[in-house]
């Protein structure tokens, strides 16, 4: 089945700085890849997302980026604050395995004002 | 729109006992549910896919008669943790999506269980 690393599982930025995600995954059927943020004791919720027909895509400060070559994708947040620290999960989709998903190890960020 | 609900939100039991947590989908009818745990510092692990009306497909290593997953309608599921223990203590969380073929899952705010 399909399998999702992330990394790294704990990114420390300052206040302004980008902070970068990545997820690597194995099933080159995968076609849809979305970003979730948890905070602590609460529901993941979707950030971002992108299909594998599309190479990138922007929402203000968050981009992710996808190289289905490389089988690899990115989430990038500009101008980090400190309301952007969470924990980061990536995920995966095969297309022929319903609305399944497998998820990233996670990535904590911490954004220091 | 597009909001899941769970309950309870957290409960403690002894040991032994049977958990039952519910899964609604609001404002949507959700052709599929899935339950996930996780434990803390650890990311979300799917333990079963449940569809209307069909019997829950199980993950590897995931007990189909210790965790008892039931989709009678379209906006529920449930979920029952069956002769709880300690080790089962963790967040389950659940996700639904609208139709076979719609790519966003919409999460449930998670039941945090403790085992004593």
């Known amino acids: 089945g399909e399998n999702v690393e992330q990394h790294p599982s704990t990114l420390s930025v300052q206040e302004g700085d980008s902070a970068v995600i990545k997820c690597t995954y194995s099933?080159?059927?995968?076609?849809?890849f979305p970003w979730y943020k948890q905070e602590l004791g609460k529901r993941p919720q979707l950030i971002i997302d992108?299909?594998?027909?599309?190479g990138e895509k922007k929402d203000q400060r968050i981009a992710v980026t996808l190289n289905k070559t490389a089988k690899h994708f990115s989430l990038h947040i500009t101008e980090t604050q400190p309301e952007d620290s969470a924990v980061y999960f990536c995920?995966?989709?095969?297309?022929?395995?319903?609305?399944?998903?497998?998820f990233g190890g996670g990535t904590r960020l911490m954004v220091k004002p | 729109g597009a909001v899941v609900s769970q309950h309870p939100s957290w409960v403690i039991c002894k040991s032994g006992t049977s958990v039952k947590i519910e899964c609604r989908s609001l404002?949507?009818?959700?052709?599929?549910m899935f339950w996930y745990r996780q434990f803390p510092k650890q990311s979300l692990m799917l333990m079963a896919t449940?569809?209307?009306?069909?019997?829950?497909?199980?993950e590897q290593g995931v007990e189909k008669d210790k965790f008892l997953i039931n989709h009678a309608s379209l906006t529920l599921s449930t979920l029952t943790v069956t002769s709880a223990h300690p080790e089962d203590s963790s967040f389950y969380i659940c996700?639904?999506?609208?139709?076979?073929?719609?790519?966003?899952?919409?999460f449930g705010p998670g039941t945090r269980l403790t085992v004593l």
């Open positions: 995920a995966a989709r095969v297309g022929n395995a319903g609305n399944m998903l497998t």
């Open positions: 992108i299909r594998s027909n599309v």
């Open positions: 404002d949507f009818q959700a052709t599929t």
């Open positions: 449940s569809n209307e009306g069909s019997k829950a497909t199980y």
């Open positions: 996700s639904a999506s609208r139709a076979a073929r719609s790519n966003e899952q919409f």
């Open positions: 099933d080159s059927a995968s076609n849809y």
